[in-house]
């Protein structure tokens, strides 16, 4: 895997390699977001979303 590139679909795969379900990654969402939105904004753009999906995802 190539950290230049790593998508959506792989970073949900580590996740859940480590244990992490649904839930627990909406969570982790729901943190980020609070402690540092900008930081977050531009994680979920790094990993090439779609503008729509980031304001979903931010949302939660």
Same mark, same amino acid.
């Given at each position: ?8 679909? !792989?970073?949900?795969?580590? #996740?859940? *390699? ?11 969402h %729901? ?6 939105? !900008?930081?977050?904004?531009? #994680?979920? *753009? ?11 995802? %931010?949302?939660?």
């Open positions: 895997m190539n950290s230049a590139n790593v998508s959506k679909e !792989q970073w949900v795969e580590m #996740f859940q *390699e480590i244990g992490l379900d649904d839930a627990t990654m909406a969570q982790w %729901r943190v980020f977001e609070q402690r540092n939105p !900008q930081g977050h904004q531009k #994680f979920l *753009e790094w990993l090439n979303i779609s503008g729509n999906e980031i304001a979903e995802i %931010r949302s939660l």
